[in-house]
T-cell receptor, first 112, second 115 residues
Framework: QKEVEQDPGPLSVPEGAIVSLNCTYS??????FMWYRQYSRKGPELLMY????GNKEDGRFTAQVDKSSKYISLFIRDSQPSDSATYLC????????????FGAGTRLFVKA | NAGVMQNPRHLVRRRGQEARLRCSPM?????VYWYRQLPEEGLKFMVY????????ESGMPKERFSAEFPKEGPSILRIQQVVRGDSAAYFC?????????????FGQGTRLTVV
């Protein structure tokens, strides 16, 4: 069993839809949870960074962490074609990038 | 304020040659991490370095791979005697201070192709 499981998709939605992206994990030591966006042939770009459980909102993006269920989510409201990318969940027991474990990424397509 | 700089962006090597990948962290960042990404897979941790020190290399293959972060200059990931299975995107990330609960920022990656 992988430490982090993420559905690779692809996920295709119409413009304006609410997108829900999810990851499950098995290591209860994880405390730092991140979502990265990666455009084709580019480096990952940090979208959201959350410590422990709870919700965090930034513009159209909301990250949720449920440590009791070992489940994290990223919601994108009013999705735009420019949101089309691969979204990687990532988590770590320690701060910074040290031994951050990444999901395989979900490919998202937002159709105009 | 330049981000994490990696070069070259693309590197082609023949089997048996050496590949050198360079990473200059963001200004003020003293922690460097190297990751490898295979097609359709997530990033896999390789090594964590601070200036002149390897902190953790548990993700590095035991042979042919090495990394350094000298006092002056960029961090270098070196792959000796490359094989086709080494073809991947290699990403470098940097962060200012692990204890300050800060996130890591990634470079654009070096895409290595072994022919």
């Amino acid at each position: 069993q992988k430490e982090v499981e993420q559905d690779p998709g692809p996920l295709s939605v119409p413009e304006g839809a609410i997108v829900s992206l999810n990851c499950t994990y098995s290591n209860s030591a994880f405390q730092y949870f991140m979502w990265y966006r990666q455009y084709s042939r580019k480096g990952p770009e940090l979208l959201m960074y959350t410590y422990s459980s709870g919700n965090k909102e930034d513009g159209r993006f909301t990250a949720q962490v449920d440590k009791s269920s070992k489940y994290i989510s990223l919601f994108i409201r009013d999705s735009q074609p420019s949101d089309s990318a691969t979204y990687l969940c990532a988590m770590s027991a320690l701060a910074g990038g040290f031994k951050t474990i990444f999901g395989a990424g979900t490919r998202l397509f937002v159709k105009a | 304020n330049a981000g994490v700089m990696q070069n070259p962006r693309h590197l082609v090597r023949r089997r048996g040659q050496e590949a050198r990948l360079r990473c200059s962290p963001m200004k003020g960042h003293s922690h460097v991490y190297w990751y490898r990404q295979l097609p359709e897979e997530g990033l896999k941790f390789m090594v964590y370095l601070q200036k002149e020190n390897i902190i953790d290399e548990s993700g590095m293959p035991k042979e042919r791979f090495s990394a350094e972060f000298p006092k002056e200059g960029p961090s270098i990931l070196r792959i000796q005697q490359v094989v086709r299975g080494d073809s991947a995107a290699y990403f470098c990330a940097s962060s200012p201070d692990r204890e300050q609960n800060t996130e890591a920022f990634f470079g654009q990656g070096t895409r290595l192709t072994v022919v």
